[in-house]
Structure formats: C-alpha cells, structure tokens
C-alpha cells in the first residue's frame, strides 16, 4: 500500500511474495546477509536477525537493532511462497524513503490495484485474523477505484465467489469501532485519526461493504465455473495466486 498509494499507515513488518523458481534454500541463505545489510544502511546497530518461522509455504524473518537515537528497533519481514498473480496484474513503482533512514531510492515491483484488492480481501476473509488495517486499506483501495474484478473474473471461479460474498459483511461486522480505536488508529497519520470516531468508522466500514460486495458482484457475472478455468476452487485465493 505504500508503494502504491503512499498510505501513511505505519506497520511493523513487511510481507513480499516469493517466485516458484527462488528454493527455500536459497532463500534461507540469502535473507540474513541481506536483512543485515539493510538494517545497517538505516543506520541501525547491535544488529540480529532471526529466522522465527520456517515453513514450506511461509518464512519469517525478526530484525532488531539500536537507533542512533537509543531505541530498540524490531521489525520483522514474511516471505510467502504461494505463488503471485499473473504478470500483468504486477507493477514496479519507484520508492523513496524519508531522508533519516539513510536508504537511496529504489524501485520495488508491487501488486497492481486489481491485484492489491484481491489480496486485501484474502485478508479480511481469512479465518485466522480480524483485523481493522484490513477495512481501512480497502477503503484507501476503494477510493483509489482500485477494481480486482478483471483478476477474479480471470483466475476465481464462480463456486468460489458465490460461496465467500456473504462472508465479507460478517467479517466486517466483527471489526467495531472499539477494536479499530484499539488496533487502527495509533498508527495512521494524526491528522486522519482525528478525523474518525464511531460514527465515521461505521461509514468506513459501510462503504468497504459496498464496494467489495459490487466487485463480487460484477466478477460473478463475468465468471466461469471452476471445470471451465481448471482450476481447484478450494485452492484458489483473491490475489490470483
């Protein structure tokens, strides 16, 4: 999201997607030389990186480190090996840090809008997390017209759609303004926080509603049945992986 909208929401990791051609074992060998390197060119010392996860179709990384100001830093980065979506979903954006981390500008290859919004709903429909980031980068992805409905049209099929559309408003309704004040709003822009209270986080989440339940609508329109796209509606997800 930051790479692709400049959203000012912090967060204390970062999450990239692994090609089928990189092995785990190459990846195990290349991540804590790199991790390090990075951490030092931010300026950090006293560096450790630690493999926290190890798993065949994830890998997690913790990163911790002293600020030359005197805070312990942790930061930790997850690797998952799922596959990614179709090539013409990707994109590469230019990236630039704030001048403190001391990191030149790069360029990153990101998830398109289609593709983003595929795998922020994976996100809000997972059953293993509620979590308010997810409804506020939608709404961020909604009102940047973001639409994955080209991607799902292409890569869902129709059993699938059908049977997770009403499973979005479920999940929203678990994520109260109580849990979003909690878990949300410490870490976006002060500016924007003071903007949102419960009344305005029920809007939020009414327009996500909205706006995810019109992309599963147009995509069932447009969709083919699982036999026609062969593809395992069972093993499919809304990145397009």
């Known amino acids: 999201m930051r790479a692709l909208y400049g959203s000012a929401r912090l967060t204390k ?8 051609s990189v092995s785990r074992q190459s990846m195990r060998a290349h991540m804590p030389p790199a991790l390090t390197q990075a951490a030092r060119a931010a300026g950090l010392g006293e560096i450790t990186v630690t493999h926290t996860k190890d798993a065949e179709r994830s890998n997690r990384w913790r990163i911790q480190g002293i600020h030359p100001d005197g805070p312990r830093i942790t930061w930790e980065v997850e690797i998952s090996s799922r596959g990614i ?3 013409k979903f990707i994109e590469t954006r230019p990236f ?9 500008k790069f ?8 593709a983003m919004a595929g795998g922020k709903v994976n996100a809000l429909l997972s059953e293993n997390r509620s979590a308010p980031r ?3 980068d939608l709404f961020d992805l909604a009102e940047q017209k973001a639409d994955p409905t080209p991607l799902w049209i292409e890569r869902i099929p129709r059993e699938t759609l059908k049977a997770r559309r009403p499973q979005v408003m479920q999940k929203i309704d678990l994520i109260t303004f109580d849990f979003a004040n909690a878990e949300l709003l410490p870490y976006i822009a002060p500016d924007i926080r003071a ?5 305005r986080w029920d809007e939020v989440r009414v327009q996500v509603a909205d706006s995810v339940d ?17 593809r395992d509606p069972d093993k499919v997800d809304f990145a397009g992986r």
């Open 134 to 136: 997810d409804v506020y």
């Open 96 to 104: 630039t840090t704030p001048a403190s981390y001391r990191i030149p």
């Open 214 to 230: 019109q992309w599963f609508g147009r995509a069932i329109a447009g969709s083919q049945t699982a036999a026609e796209l062969q």
């Open 85 to 87: 979506p179709p090539v």
């Open 13 to 20: 990791d970062v999450d990239f997607d692994c090609e089928d």
């Open 195 to 199: 903007g949102i209270d419960a009344t």
């Open 107 to 114: 360029t990153v290859r990101v998830y398109g809008p289609a």
